[in-house]
């Protein structure tokens, strides 16, 4: 399966992360940039699943539209489970970890949905020979 990190320069910079699942990239948008330090724990906002198309997708999203900014892929590769076999069953028990095989990001990571909080997830990178 394949991951996406986009830089996304909005009104606020963030990264998207994108997972493909389930015939779409489930998608979360990351106020700072993914760590490869444990310690580490990023706030992940789930937002809408966009088409697998935009995997590829780097350009300017015009003003007046959502999201409107320039897009740049800031890493991309591939991705599999180290829990679990169905990354949609393990999305809807509120916690995926798996294993990045990307240009930048590197490993085990977890994505762990917050308590009490609809679309807030932290996203941590898991302590292994990657880890800094």
């Known amino acids: 399966m394949r991951f996406v990190i986009q830089e996304h320069h909005a009104r606020k910079l963030h990264y998207d992360l994108r997972l493909e699942m389930g ?3 489930k998608s979360w948008a990351v106020p700072k940039q993914p760590s490869m330090n444990p310690k ?9 699943d966009h088409p697998i198309e935009y995997i590829d997708f780097e350009g300017e999203i ?4 959502y999201g409107a900014g ?5 890493d991309k590769g591939e991705y599999e ?5 169905d990354p949609l069953k393990e999305l809807e028990k509120g916690k995926i970890v798996f294993k990045l095989n990307g240009k930048k990001l590197k ?3 977890a994505l762990i949905k917050m308590k009490g909080k609809e679309n ?3 996203l941590i990178k898991k302590k292994d020979e990657f880890s800094t």
């Open 23 to 25: 015939g779409v990239l």
């Open 62 to 65: 015009p003003p007046g539209h």
């Open 40 to 48: 580490d724990k990023r706030l992940a906002i789930m937002v809408e």
């Open 120 to 122: 807030h997830w932290l």
């Open 81 to 85: 489970l180290i829990e679990g076999d």
């Open 70 to 74: 320039k897009v740049l892929i800031w």
């Open 107 to 109: 490993g085990a990571f």
